[in-house]
């Protein structure tokens, strides 16, 4: 247990450092991104006058600026900096834009704003989850969401985030080739059901009956820490719910995670 509680100390200060490591890259994002813009503006049409003035005959200007042209076109090939400059532009804000999704993402999953009790939207946490592994999900499975309506959870979304960070990336790793991760919500009688399952590998009951001991691990060394579930299921209890699973080798693996609406002071469960 002390562990554990160290492990999601951790956790919870490596959300921290992401968030704040978000934080600071929004402004020099911001520069660059405007800068960028304005330089387009300023290089443009100074090249395209370039491009122009090189292709008028050369008796029609004056000597020095024809020296001066021909110097410029040895260090620079006009034309096909005229060519290619709109790709390098085009190129750099596609690529500006993703890095700004990229931390938009982490803020959102991290919860930078909202560290604490809150009242959530638990299928926004899902969705923002999953933008942030999509990138690691996308080569295994295809996802399908089916989200019921849900009320208001009073949780710490932050860390519900975390549990199904942990959920939807087991279900990626038990899908050997390729298959489907469903992601399904529900609300029922003062509790929101959220629901992970894959159509990966499955689990013997004997690896069943483990899963949620610290370190139990059967991924190889440097893959697996067998931190993710016993971390999951402190979370999850901490929030006064229940972690359920059903598993069939071969077939697939169903996490349940069940969050009482009112949150921990909501009404607590005793079977497990
Ligand atoms: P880790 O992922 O680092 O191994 P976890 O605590 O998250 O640690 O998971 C413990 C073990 O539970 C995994 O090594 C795996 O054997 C099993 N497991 C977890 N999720 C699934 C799943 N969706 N399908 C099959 N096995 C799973």
Wanted: contains cysteine.
């Amino acid at each position: 247990a002390q562990n554990q509680l160290l492990q999601s100390e951790k956790m919870a200060s490596i959300g921290q450092l992401a968030a704040g490591v978000a934080h600071e890259i929004n402004n020099p994002i911001g520069f660059v991104s405007s800068n960028l813009g304005s330089l387009r503006g300023y290089i443009e049409p100074v090249f395209g006058l370039l491009a122009l003035l090189k292709r008028l005959p050369a008796n029609t200007l004056p000597e020095a600026l024809n020296t001066e042209l021909a110097r410029v076109d040895t260090l620079v090939d006009l034309d096909f900096v005229q060519e290619d400059m709109p790709q390098l532009l085009n190129e750099s804000e596609e690529g500006l834009s993703r890095v700004k999704k990229i931390v938009q993402d982490l803020k959102d999953f991290s919860r930078v704003d909202h560290a604490d009790w809150q009242d959530a939207d638990l299928n926004a946490g899902l969705d923002s989850t999953l933008n942030v592994v999509m990138n690691e999900v996308k080569y295994k499975a295809e996802v399908r969401k089916n989200y019921g309506a849900l009320p208001p959870v009073r949780c710490i979304a932050a860390q519900l985030n975390q549990v199904f960070m942990n959920l939807i990336v087991n279900a990626a790793h038990a899908i050997p080739e390729r298959g489907t991760i469903s992601l399904s919500t529900r609300a029922e009688e003062g509790w929101v059901c959220i629901e992970v399952a894959d159509t990966g590998s499955g689990m013997t009951d004997e690896v069943k009956r483990r899963i949620f001991e610290p370190f139990f691990t059967t991924k190889p060394v440097g893959k697996g820490t067998g931190l993710g579930l016993s971390l999951s299921f402190s979370i999850v209890q901490k929030h006064g719910g229940r972690l359920e699973v059903d598993s069939e080798p071969g077939v697939g693996t169903r996490f349940l995670v069940w969050i009482p609406i009112a949150g921990d002071a909501g009404k607590r469960s005793d079977s497990q």
